[in-house]
């Protein structure tokens, strides 16, 4: 049986299918949404990257200088770095490969190797700080790694991003072993020699001795966490204790865990009032947000979380991303902070029913469906009750709902008619 994390199967001509892949990504950015010749785990990926990035697209720097050393000293992954680096440093000290490792954002932390090679990276922003989630990098070992929870190769014209064609990586996500939440992951990366069964063995070999350590060294700093999804009021807990926030406050911290590179507060002042907000508003907001959570979690220049934050919006999209449908939606309460008009979490809010719903309706699951229908925000969906009628054909109620909603839309339509 072929492994799908492995880029090559054996007896295959490495300098052919580094030309066969690249054809096949010509006519996905010409239009072909899935090349019949690609890996399933890379196709997805390609897609999922498409809609965020161009193939011309260089990772941006999130994290630099004072800011970067804080962060990454405070990170869960520090601890075990000499594990990393004994089993894979050797690889980076031999001049041909470099050993990465990012946080559960796809944020860089540690990026070592030969000079040379070090060099060669940086010409791609491969560097430390910079954010290879597929969102902001496209198709990468470490970036695909954390969406798909995976241990992978990404084989050189396999890259979304013409940039980082050049490259072959293996890497495997790594989770705390307590609570199973992901930490980050350790990457490969080097050559087309690289994707070979080895690698991806020893990256993932790597992960869960770091697994192991982490068990034997007791509970990690449990970190903030947010629950935004199915109430109009956030509910926010640092170290377990319970922090009270208001509507706008809520608002806020959503939206500064969705963008942990930060944003400034003409962004934030867009994302919460639109056009016309006064600046001296949204600072008199984030001045009283930061005298609840405390500079040690709010920076500003730009406003940022400090601190990697638990979120249940980014626990359902994790999920959706991975493919894992049924998990996503038990994880899903219901809308995001449903009463907000903020612009910002308007759009959040529908991104995330619409990634959900499509998910739903595409798996065809009776259950599934059902579920959603049986929601408070559910039962009015016509078009989730036509796929249940489709799934249950002799359903009498499902068939009786489809009319009466098909009836309701239709002088909707007629009364807004001119």
Same mark, same amino acid.
Request: proline share 8%; aromatic share 6%; hydrophobic share 40%.
């Given at each position: 049986?072929?492994?799908?994390?492995?880029?090559?199967? %054996?007896?295959? @001509?490495?300098?052919?299918?580094?030309?066969?892949?690249?054809?096949?990504?010509?006519? &996905?950015?010409?239009?072909?949404?899935?090349?019949?010749?690609?890996?399933?785990?890379?196709?997805?990926?390609?897609?999922?990257?498409?809609?965020?990035?161009?193939? +011309?697209?260089?990772?941006?720097?999130?994290?630099? #200088?004072?800011?970067?050393?804080?962060?990454?000293?405070?990170?869960?992954?520090?601890?075990?770095?000499?594990? &990393?680096?004994?089993? /894979?440093?050797?690889?980076?000290?031999?001049?041909?490969?470099?050993? !990465?490792? *990012?946080?559960?954002?796809?944020?860089?932390?540690?990026?070592?190797?030969?000079?040379?090679?070090?060099?060669?990276? !940086?010409?791609?922003? &491969?560097?430390?700080?910079?954010?290879?989630?597929?969102?902001?990098?496209?198709?990468?070992? =470490?970036?695909?790694?954390?969406?798909?929870?995976?241990?992978?190769?990404?084989?050189?014209?396999?890259? &979304?991003?013409?940039?980082?064609?050049?490259?072959? *990586?293996?890497?495997? %996500?790594?989770? #705390?072993?307590?609570?199973?939440?992901?930490?980050?992951?350790?990457?490969?990366?080097?050559? @087309?020699?690289?994707?070979?069964?080895?690698?991806? !063995? /020893?990256?993932?070999?790597?992960?869960?001795?770091?697994?192991?350590?982490?068990?034997?060294?007791?509970?990690?700093?449990?970190?903030?966490?947010?629950?935004?999804?199915?109430? +109009?009021?956030?509910?926010?807990?640092?170290?377990?204790?319970?922090?009270?926030?208001?509507?706008?406050?809520?608002?806020?911290? $959503?939206? /500064?865990?969705?963008?942990?590179?930060?944003?400034?507060?003409?962004?934030?002042?867009?994302?919460?009032?639109?056009?016309? $907000?006064?600046?001296?508003?949204?600072?008199?907001?984030?001045?009283?947000?930061?005298?609840?959570?405390?500079?040690?979690?709010? @920076?500003?220049?730009?406003?940022?979380?400090?601190?990697? $934050?638990?979120?249940?919006?980014?626990?359902?999209?994790?999920?959706?991303?991975?493919?894992?449908?049924?998990?996503?939606?038990?994880?899903?309460?219901? =809308?995001?902070?449903?009463?907000?008009?903020?612009?910002?979490?308007?759009?959040?809010?529908?991104?995330?029913? #619409?990634?959900?719903?499509?998910?739903?309706?595409?798996?065809?699951?009776?259950?599934?469906?059902?579920?959603?229908?049986?929601?408070?925000?559910?039962?009015? @969906?016509?078009?989730?009750?036509?796929?249940?009628?489709?799934?249950?054909?002799?359903?009498?109620?499902?068939?009786?709902?489809?009319?009466?909603?098909?009836?309701?839309?239709? *002088?909707?339509?007629?009364?807004?008619? %001119?």
């Amino acid at each position: 049986m072929v492994n799908p994390w492995l880029a090559l199967t %054996p007896g295959d @001509d490495p300098a052919e299918r580094i030309r066969q892949v690249g054809r096949a990504h010509e006519r &996905f950015l010409a239009g072909e949404q899935r090349p019949p010749t690609m890996r399933p785990v890379v196709a997805e990926s390609w897609a999922r990257s498409a809609a965020h990035i161009r193939a +011309d697209t260089t990772a941006p720097i999130d994290l630099a #200088d004072d800011d970067l050393e804080a962060y990454r000293s405070a990170h869960p992954l520090s601890r075990v770095m000499p594990i &990393f680096r004994d089993l /894979l440093g050797g690889l980076a000290e031999d001049g041909d490969h470099i050993l !990465a490792v *990012c946080d559960e954002h796809g944020r860089l932390l540690w990026v070592e190797g030969h000079p040379s090679t070090l060099r060669g990276a !940086a010409s791609m922003n &491969f560097v430390p700080g910079a954010r290879w989630d597929e969102a902001h990098a496209g198709t990468n070992a =470490p970036g695909t790694a954390l969406a798909v929870d995976h241990a992978l190769q990404i084989f050189a014209t396999e890259h &979304f991003s013409h940039p980082a064609q050049r490259w072959t *990586c293996a890497a495997a %996500p790594v989770h #705390d072993p307590g609570t199973g939440r992901l930490l980050g992951a350790i990457d490969v990366t080097g050559g @087309d020699h690289l994707a070979n069964p080895h690698s991806l !063995a /020893l990256v993932r070999a790597t992960a869960l001795a770091a697994e192991a350590y982490l068990r034997g060294v007791g509970p990690l700093p449990q970190r903030p966490q947010v629950a935004a999804l199915g109430r +109009d009021e956030a509910r926010l807990a640092v170290g377990g204790k319970p922090v009270r926030l208001g509507r706008r406050h809520s608002e806020l911290l $959503v939206l /500064l865990t969705v963008h942990p590179e930060g944003r400034t507060g003409d962004q934030l002042g867009f994302d919460l009032y639109g056009d016309g $907000v006064s600046p001296v508003t949204v600072r008199a907001e984030l001045s009283r947000l930061r005298r609840i959570l405390g500079p040690e979690l709010l @920076d500003s220049r730009p406003y940022r979380l400090r601190a990697g $934050v638990e979120t249940d919006l980014g626990t359902v999209a994790r999920l959706l991303d991975a493919g894992r449908t049924a998990e996503a939606m038990d994880a899903y309460p219901g =809308p995001l902070l449903p009463a907000s008009d903020a612009p910002g979490i308007v759009r959040l809010r529908r991104r995330l029913d #619409d990634r959900l719903r499509a998910a739903i309706l595409g798996s065809a699951d009776r259950r599934l469906v059902q579920t959603w229908l049986n929601r408070p925000w559910g039962g009015d @969906d016509l078009e989730m009750w036509q796929a249940y009628a489709g799934l249950m054909p002799r359903d009498p109620v499902a068939a009786r709902r489809v009319a009466a909603l098909t009836r309701e839309y239709a *002088c909707n339509v007629s009364a807004t008619w %001119p």
